[in-house]
């Protein structure tokens, strides 16, 4: 990439480039954006955000254009929106939420409005939930959660309904709930079998929700599957390593690809896949940089896109590529691979964010 970037997002737009925004460098909060080209594996700049942002939220719309929520800014959480339109390659600004958020989630509906959740800002952990429509570029609130949460995941099911999970109130959660977009009410669902803070919730072909890793009093390798149908979480087969910061994704033959991430013994590099028909992991290719807090976008032609994060040697600009065909990575050399040595402590307004340290809890 052109920048060296954590706590930024990557999205993947309908012409197949993937729209990388914002996050965090050496020299600060960036506004920056770039686009990276599948069919010539390279990386352009396109135009800034309106607004530096960091764990805030982008969604592709159905209309093509990207919906970029909240986060942490130099003066502090924002409660602002802006809209990138692929076509034109600008920004515009659009309705503000309701409430200053960051580390919220959110969720594009099937009828194809927004459904942000939770996060935290000045007065603490939110509950509150609220919807955007793109058709008039306005927010309103929804009802709210069962529970104050941040850094939680939002997976849409099959079904249309939302499946929140986890998170941070001051203490890590292991309760779950659900929204159900045609009434705007949330209701209990089961409970995980563990705390989880920063895990991942992917949605599986056959319906069911794969959750894994995360930390709670230590860096998990559990997962364990929510079945829509009956309510009900099942343990499956844990991770050969301990992950917390990582990513998972999705693969078009219904494993699902983790990568990278930290454990208590430091940066991953590894990378493993979980086949949904046997419930059990398979190491595959490691990459070439051990990272956390990066990206990971499923392409076009297949393969997954890594970008930035953070490593033993600071802040990461390099992208890599796994191709499933042959479970290996490549580096991605038209992106500045080079590395800066920082400090990596991130204070915004009333958080620190470094290694090993987030949210009152400390990886052991």
């Known amino acids: 990439m052109n920048h060296h970037r954590t706590q930024h997002t990557a999205s993947v737009l309908p012409n197949g480039k993937v729209l990388v925004t ?15 080209d599948p ?14 942002r960091e764990d805030y939220t982008a969604s592709v719309l159905t209309n093509g254009n990207v919906l970029v929520t909240g986060g942490g800014g130099n003066d502090g959480f924002l409660s602002s929106a802006e809209l990138y339109d692929p076509s034109m390659e600008t920004w515009t600004t659009t309705g503000s939420m309701n409430s200053e958020r960051w580390q919220h989630t959110a969720s594009v509906l099937p009828n194809g409005k927004v459904l942000v959740t939770g996060g ?22 929804t009802s709210r959660m069962n529970s104050e949460r941040g850094e939680h995941i939002a997976t849409v099911l099959i079904n249309g309904t939302v499946l929140v999970t986890g998170g941070n109130n001051y203490g890590i959660l292991r309760s779950a709930e659900l929204y159900d977009p045609s009434t705007e009410t949330w209701k209990s669902t089961s409970s995980m079998n563990s705390k989880r803070v920063k895990h ?29 149908s009956t309510g009900i979480w099942t343990a499956t087969g844990s991770m050969n390593s301990r992950r917390v ?16 991430g930290q454990s208590k013994d430091g940066f991953l ?4 896949l979980y086949d949904p028909s046997t419930g059990t992991w398979a190491e595959t290719g490691s990459m070439n940089s051990g990272r956390s807090w990066h990206t990971a976008s ?30 290996t990575w490549i580096n991605n050399h038209n992106g500045n691979s080079s590395q800066e040595e920082i400090t990596v402590s991130v204070l915004t307004k009333r958080k620190m964010f470094g290694i090993g340290e987030w949210s009152n809890v400390s990886v052991v």
């Open 22 to 36: 914002g996050g965090r460098n050496n020299d600060g909060l960036l506004s920056s954006a770039e686009l990276y």
């Open 39 to 52: 069919s010539t594996e390279t990386w352009t700049t396109t135009s800034r955000m309106n607004n530096e």
């Open 120 to 141: 935290n800002n000045n007065d603490g952990y939110l509950s509150s939930a609220e919807l955007y429509d793109p058709s008039t570029e306005t927010w309103k609130t």
């Open 200 to 228: 991942t919730a992917s949605a599986l072909p056959n319906g069911k929700v794969l959750v894994t890793g995360g930390q709670n009093a230590d860096v998990l390798n559990s997962a364990e599957l929510y079945d829509p």
């Open 245 to 260: 910061h990582h990513t998972a994704s999705v693969l078009s033959n219904g494993s699902v690809l983790v990568t990278a």
């Open 269 to 272: 590099s590894s990378a493993e």
């Open 298 to 327: 499923i392409l076009t032609n297949e393969k997954v896109l890594v970008t930035g994060g953070q490593s033993d040697d600071g802040l990461l600009s390099s992208a890599e590529l796994y191709d499933p065909s042959t479970g």
